[in-house]
């Protein structure tokens, strides 16, 4: 079955240390997204990327850093930098970077700092 | 910039009862719109999308939607509620390729 994947699932992070997040998707799409979800604010846009090698901030890129070295994968690292970085954050993909192409949602890592 | 608004943070109907979520948004040029629906702990799962073809656009589960460019809505729809469509629900709209801008979200409760 072809989706997105993240890992992991929970993480729990002490103050000051950087965590990476995992996103893998194996739909052959080119575009993919990074969003963080708090309570009753919707989905902010953290980086996108549109091909491989390539990525742009979103609206809070502060205290994130991404990396696309393939295709298929968009890691995520929440840095020490980023002050409140407890929150739910999705990892998304599209065929490409378009407005009319459906996004597709992967499960979602819930990070806690502790 | 464009920009989408939700009312009403809850919406509790019955089962069986007639299901309607509002959104309205700004936009400068003909907007791309969709409605996703998230289930606690899981990601977005796309119910229907509007791309300037027809105005009413129907999705999966009975949901449809009907873009209203003089009143800049997109308002959801379900003639009967089920028990199953408790969940979040969060309105989008895109101008070009730009990201998708995310309304709030409106959680849906139903009651037997």
């Known amino acids: 079955d072809g989706g997105i994947t993240q890992s992991p699932k929970y993480l729990f992070r002490k103050e000051g240390q950087n965590v990476t997040l995992s996103c893998e998707q194996n739909?052959?799409?080119?575009?993919m997204y990074w969003y963080r979800q708090d309570p009753g604010q919707g989905l902010r846009l953290i980086y996108y990327?549109?091909?491989?090698?390539?990525?742009q901030k979103g609206d809070i890129a502060e205290g994130y850093s991404v990396s696309r070295e393939k295709k298929e994968s968009f890691p995520l690292t929440v840095t020490s930098a980023q002050k409140n970085p407890t929150a739910f954050y999705l990892c998304a993909s599209s065929m490409e970077l378009a407005g009319t192409d459906t996004q597709y949602f992967g499960p979602g890592t819930r990070l806690t700092v502790l | 910039a464009q920009s989408v608004t939700q009312l009403g943070s809850h919406v509790s109907v019955s089962e069986g009862a007639l299901v309607l979520l509002r959104c309205n948004y700004s936009?400068?040029?003909?907007?791309?719109l969709f409605w996703y629906v998230q289930y606690p702990n899981q990601g977005l799962q796309l119910l229907l999308k509007y791309t300037s073809a027809a105005t009413l656009v129907k999705g999966i589960n009975d949901f449809e939607a009907e873009f209203k460019k003089s009143e800049t809505s997109f308002h959801l729809t379900k003639p009967s509620a089920h028990m199953s469509d408790a969940a979040e629900y969060f309105c989008a709209v895109t101008e070009g390729f730009q990201k998708l801008v995310f309304g709030t979200g409106t959680r849906l409760l139903v009651s037997p």
């Open positions: 990327s549109q091909i491989v090698n390539d990525f």
């Open positions: 936009s400068s040029v003909p907007p791309y």
């Open positions: 739909l052959n799409h080119d575009a």
